[in-house]
């Protein structure tokens, strides 16, 4: 496949990169300007592509030719950079690819998704700290992911759990609803959390699926699975 990763330079970004490349996919990059040097390990192996990712010109150039698109939906800054990202994807994909786009378990897509109390105070006080401090908007993330919802493309969105580093631990497994027994633990590799988005390119299981996931080796995964 030629698979587009909008994002390419942040943490989750090379680790799909890397993930792509290992499975044979050809690879185009977007990043920042200012970011294009954290893709040097990569940079004769992949098209890099500079600029914001919710420039649509940049978008549509990247994402020309493309089977599948990976998109890291960041909420930094009070710009629309979600949202903004989403529907440049959206609009310039060509019909038919797959769109694979990242968030966290915050964003429900049907509201059955049930949280803790501690969860929810989390989101609360951070997207009230960013946005009075004008870092990020999580809102924007939620209305990014409302519209791929509402949108008639072959999506996914993989809504990851809290991250940690380290080596990996397999293909995370998933869950319709956060609150669901087999998530509870809550902790995914981020190098899995690529490896999901990677892998869910080819698994049309997971067309117009808002999956959450966590760690395949994680103790409520391995109950679930004992069970
Ligand atoms: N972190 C968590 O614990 C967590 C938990 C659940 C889900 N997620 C989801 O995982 C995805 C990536 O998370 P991550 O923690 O692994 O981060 P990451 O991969 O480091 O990604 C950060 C991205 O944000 C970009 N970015 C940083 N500052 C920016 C700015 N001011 N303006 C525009 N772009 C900016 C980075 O681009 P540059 O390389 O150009 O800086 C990079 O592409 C997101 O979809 C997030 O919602 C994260």
Excluded at 57 to 72: M, N, P, S
Aim: hydrophobic share 45%; proline share 4%.
């Amino acid at each position: 496949m030629k698979v587009c990763i909008i994002g390419a330079s942040g943490k989750l970004g090379r680790y799909m990169v890397q993930h792509a490349l290992d499975r044979g996919h050809e690879v185009v990059g977007v990043c920042r300007e200012k970011s294009v040097a954290k893709l040097d390990a990569f940079k004769d192996r992949i098209t890099i592509i500079p600029g914001a990712t919710n420039d649509r010109e940049v978008i549509k150039r990247a994402v020309e030719g493309c089977d599948g698109v990976l998109t890291v939906l960041v909420p930094w800054g009070l710009q629309q950079y979600s949202s903004g990202t989403a529907q440049a994807v959206l609009d310039y994909a060509r019909p038919g690819a797959r769109l694979v786009f990242s968030c966290g378990w915050h964003i429900t897509r049907d509201g059955q998704d049930v949280y803790s109390p501690a969860f929810k105070a989390v989101v609360v006080v951070f997207g009230w700290v960013a946005r009075t401090l004008r870092f990020a908007e999580l809102d924007d993330q939620v209305e990014a992911c409302r519209r791929i919802f509402e949108s008639g493309t072959r999506w996914t969105v993989v809504r990851g759990s809290d991250l940690e580093e380290g080596e990996s631990r397999g293909l995370p497994v998933w869950s319709r609803h956060v609150g669901d027994p087999v998530l509870k633990s809550n902790i995914t590799r981020r190098t899995d959390f690529a490896l999901f988005m990677v892998a869910a390119l080819e698994n049309d299981a997971l067309i117009r699926e808002a999956p959450a996931i966590v760690d395949c080796q994680s103790p409520s995964a391995l109950a679930h699975a004992a069970a």
